[in-house]
């Protein structure tokens, strides 16, 4: 059995992690991971894969992102 995703326009994409409240460096870093790839001849994004970036993004919470930086002597 095959399945086939759905792919989307960047402004498709870019649209609906807006309304997830992604800020412009958030979107752009969302479809940098998720990758385009050429589907009749444009760049399209893998909807699923861009929708699980996403719901990873929301699930880090703050502590398990943060980065501990040295303090300056």
Do not use: H
């Amino acid at each position: 059995m095959t399945i086939q995703a759905s792919y989307i326009d960047r402004k498709t994409a870019s649209d609906l992690l807006a309304r997830r409240g992604f800020n412009s460096l958030d979107i752009e870093c969302v479809l940098d991971l998720a990758g385009p790839v050429a589907r009749d001849g444009a760049e399209r994004w893998s909807a699923p894969l861009v929708e699980r970036i996403a719901a990873r993004a929301w699930w880090l919470g703050e502590q398990e992102i943060c980065v501990d930086m040295p303090k300056a002597a």
